[in-house]
């Protein structure tokens, strides 16, 4: 029997072409992210109360308290994001705060890590709110259930003002980034 000489280029060669399309299936997939990863690793949202032991905390004076709040308020409307998410395909989960309806179509929002957060608590740090912009409308279920959003996230800074029903006040909330949504979907794990 006469001995064949095979090349395996052509193999190989397909075998790399298959890897780079199986690749490019996946490169359009959204990066799921939680909260923690939108805020810088050395960055301490309690910094500002930190420095006081519990007995210090519990005897400040009514101003003293009231300028401590405002303080860390502040410093959360500052709050440092994290640049590589710019212009980053993400999938995030959270809760969504209605802004802007057409109809019965949400068109804008913005999404928070926790029920309640900016309407029974204040207002979380801004690198913890994203705006959402909608081009289609979304028509939302519920406030109280957790959805996913996805889309291209953008470090853009924003307030928003807040108005719940009945209250004469609105609320001013701050927020880092922005996302044009694609996608809402129910959150399920």
Request: proline content about 7%; overall charge negative.
């Amino acid at each position: 029997m006469k001995h064949l000489k095979v090349s395996h280029r052509p193999l190989l060669l397909m075998l790399l072409l298959s890897c780079f399309s199986w690749h490019g299936a996946f490169a359009d997939e959204p990066t799921k992210i939680d909260w923690e990863s939108l805020m810088p690793q050395d960055w301490n949202p309690n910094k500002v109360f930190d420095d006081l032991t519990d007995d210090q905390y519990y005897a400040l004076s009514d101003s003293e308290l009231m300028i401590l709040e405002q303080t860390a308020q502040a410093m959360f409307d500052a709050a440092p994001v994290v640049d590589a998410f710019e212009g980053k395909q993400v999938k995030v989960p959270g809760f969504v705060l209605p802004l802007e309806f057409s109809d019965t179509l949400l068109k804008e929002f913005l999404l928070v890590p926790y029920y309640g957060a900016c309407i029974h608590t204040p207002p979380p740090p801004a690198n913890q709110i994203i705006y959402g912009n909608l081009k289609t409308g979304y028509e939302l279920e519920s406030i109280y259930l957790p959805v996913w959003i996805t889309g291209t996230l953008n470090i853009s800074r924003s307030q928003s003002q807040l108005n719940e029903e009945g209250v004469v006040d609105s609320l001013a909330v701050q927020s880092a980034y922005s996302m044009n949504v694609e996608l809402i979907e129910p959150y399920i794990e």
